[in-house]
């Protein structure tokens, strides 16, 4: 599902509101979850899930065309885990869920 389709289904669900309204909260929503992962804080939904920033180390890496070793410097990239709730929804047909099948 892209941003455009979420706006859709849920001015559908809503029809007491505007497209646009609807388009501008998620967009709100999407800037306010950005901003905290930039100043570095934790966002949790509880049931969904939680996103937080994670720090990965400088390090030496090897081009993958010539071999040659290259320096990649520290990163910061996004992180998310599901919630418990929306890991049960999608094993729930799965027999095999949680066997560490």
Known sequence: MIKSELVAK???????LYQRDVERIVSTIFEEISAALARGDRVE???FGAFSVKKRAARIG???????????AEKAVPFFKTGKELRERLNAGNPNAGNGE
Do not use: D, K, M, Y
């Not at 001015?11 to 007491?16: I, K, L, Y």
């Not at 090897?62 to 990649?72: H, K, S, W, Y």
């Open 10 to 16: 849920i001015a559908a669900q809503n029809p007491h």
């Open 45 to 47: 939904l509880r049931g």
């Open 62 to 72: 090897r081009n993958p065309r010539t071999g040659e070793a290259v320096r990649v």
